[in-house]
T-cell receptor, first 114, second 109 residues
């Protein structure tokens, strides 16, 4: 069974630009969550999507947005990039029909903003 | 405020030297506690789910336990390949999941 796939693995962008990250969940998983990981703050929750609807949202500015498609694939967009947005962005999928289903993570997209 | 705190931040052990990692939490309504292992350059890998105080789960050299305020990840006779960052996460009543900042474990051969 294929795991969670994130593309691209690495990105280098300039301040002010925007970026789109992609995530393909495990087959059958309809919930997709996004996290930002930095050395100082650890894993910070961005948002969760289920059946194309945002179900939960973390405390990030509106520059961070996401969406989910009918095949459960998800994209995350960051506009007007800032230096502080440099981080590892992790996507995780889970099976919401099973109580307390754990998150299964991809290997992330490493974003560097210069 | 909901919080998940892991200690120590970093731990160096000799091969075979057993120890425990701690995860303490204060959240409104615990639905489950998760342990993950993360290797450099990779995403977290799921290890265990614990649901209620008194529960224990084991996998090879790892055993996770849960009380009403904290969880422990016990590592028995560790090997160098157990070196990784271990993350604890808590699912709250509203389904949001909060992660601790992790413990970086280094096992010396």
């Amino acid at each position: 069974k294929a795991g969670v796939t994130q593309t691209p693995r690495y990105l280098i962008k300039t301040r002010g630009q925007q970026v789109t990250l992609s995530c393909s969940p495990i087959s059958g998983h309809r919930s997709v969550s996004w996290y930002q990981q930095t050395p100082g703050q650890g894993l910070q929750f961005l948002f969760e999507y289920f059946s194309e609807t945002q179900r939960n949202k973390g405390n990030f500015p509106g520059r961070f947005s996401g969406r989910q498609f009918s095949n459960s694939r998800s994209e995350m967009n960051v506009s007007t990039l800032e230096l502080g947005d440099s981080a590892l962005y992790l996507c995780a999928s889970s099976h919401p029909d099973r109580a307390n289903s754990p998150l299964h993570f991809g290997n992330g997209t490493r974003l560097t903003v210069t | 405020e909901d919080q998940v705190t892991q200690s120590p931040e970093a731990l160096r052990l000799q091969e075979g030297e057993s120890s425990s990692l701690n995860c303490s939490y204060t959240v409104s309504g615990l639905r489950g506690l998760f342990w993950y292992r993360q290797d450099p350059g990779k995403g977290p890998e799921f290890l265990f789910t614990l649901y209620s105080a008194g529960e224990e789960k084991e996998k090879e050299r790892l055993k996770a336990t849960l009380t009403k305020k904290e969880s422990f990840l016990h590592i028995t006779a560790p090997k160098p390949e157990d070196s990784a960052t271990y993350l604890c996460a808590v699912r709250k009543r509203d389904d949001k999941i909060i992660f601790g900042k992790g413990t970086r474990l280094h096992i010396l051969p």
